[in-house]
Nanobody, 130 residues
């Protein structure tokens, strides 16, 4: 059974930093591509950064230069280092995994599992105060 478990969320003041983690288990034959999504109250679900199996990363314009996604294959953990946090970064952050990179959508009404894109964590809250 595939499981994704996030941790490390919390509260921080504007300008501060936070690192959140996602432990991935259950992928037996292939390693998945990974991504972090976020959703703030009243806003769309937004893909923040992704990291593919070959290590290629991509980031949304809203976080470029501030957020960095990395992966520790030995520990099956994906990290999101968030620097220069702003109040608009306040959201629930979800990690997601899939064997097909094309399943990662840029935006949607809500975050969470859907047919063909099933592997999501439970989410971790990040709150940035001004």
């Amino acid at each position: 059974e595939v499981q994704l478990v996030e941790s490390g969320g919390g509260s921080v003041e504007a300008g501060g930093s936070l690192r959140i983690s996602c432990i991935v288990s259950g992928f037996t034959s292939e390693k998945p591509d990974m991504g972090w999504y976020r959703q703030a109250p009243g806003k769309e679900c937004e893909l923040v950064p992704t990291i593919s199996v070959d290590g290629t990363t991509s980031s949304a314009d809203s976080v470029k230069g501030r957020f960095t996604i990395t992966q520790d294959y030995a520990d099956n953990t994906v990290f999101l280092q968030m620097n220069s946090l702003q109040p608009e970064d306040t959201a629930v952050y979800y990690c997601a995994a899939d064997l097909l990179f094309r399943h990662f959508f840029a935006r949607a009404e809500v975050c969470g599992p859907r047919p063909g894109f099933n592997y999501w964590g439970q989410g971790t809250q990040v709150t940035v105060s001004s």
